[in-house]
């Protein structure tokens, strides 16, 4: 049972990590936005906006490249990567929070929501999903297609669902 449950969240994973890479690497008006993005949030001093910035954007590939592979040890590899990122997405958050600042969130793109607690959230329960994930990889026994397809199809469900958050949040907000 727990191999499908490592399944279910390098899925979800990989899908957010390279959904989010994707919207910054889609172009240079969205990684220069994303750069923005970043420094806006005040947690850097501004020679380091940019080297981190990258460091980002190639983190997000490398998680999502490193948990579709399929060996357990580079997926796990992938999981704890992910964790430790979203660890310090949520850290650089709460901080620029914290300080009043209210940046914009551009995790996913363009968006004009503004970095609050439920990034935070998010992010805090990505990395426990990721270690949970890194945590249930198998040892070793038979892994059924049909229930490794159905675990794979709820990761992408919930990945969906949480890089659309914004979004969703907005559709139940008052006018």
Do not use: W
């Not at 503004?114 to 329960?125: D, Q, Y």
């Amino acid at each position: 049972m727990q191999q499908y449950l490592e399944v279910a969240v390098r899925t979800l994973i990989g899908t957010v990590f390279l959904t989010s890479f994707l919207s910054k690497a889609n172009g240079r008006q969205a990684y220069d936005a994303f750069a923005a993005s970043v420094r806006s949030m005040r947690v850097l001093p501004p020679v380091l906006v940019r080297p981190v910035a990258a460091g980002v954007v190639a983190g997000e590939l490398l998680v999502s490249s490193l948990v579709a592979a399929p060996s357990t040890a580079t997926g796990v590899c992938g999981l704890l990567g992910a964790a430790a990122l979203v660890g310090g997405f949520a850290l650089a958050i709460a901080l620029a929070r914290h300080r009043g600042v209210s940046a914009s969130c551009r995790c996913f793109g363009a968006s004009s929501a503004p970095l609050g607690a439920r990034h935070v959230v998010r992010n805090g329960v990505l990395g426990i999903l990721a270690i949970i994930g890194a945590m249930s990889a198998p040892v070793g026994g038979e892994v059924r297609v049909e229930a490794a397809v159905t675990a794979a199809l709820c990761g992408l469900l919930l990945a969906a669902v949480i890089t659309a958050l914004d979004d969703i949040v907005e559709l139940f907000r008052p006018a």
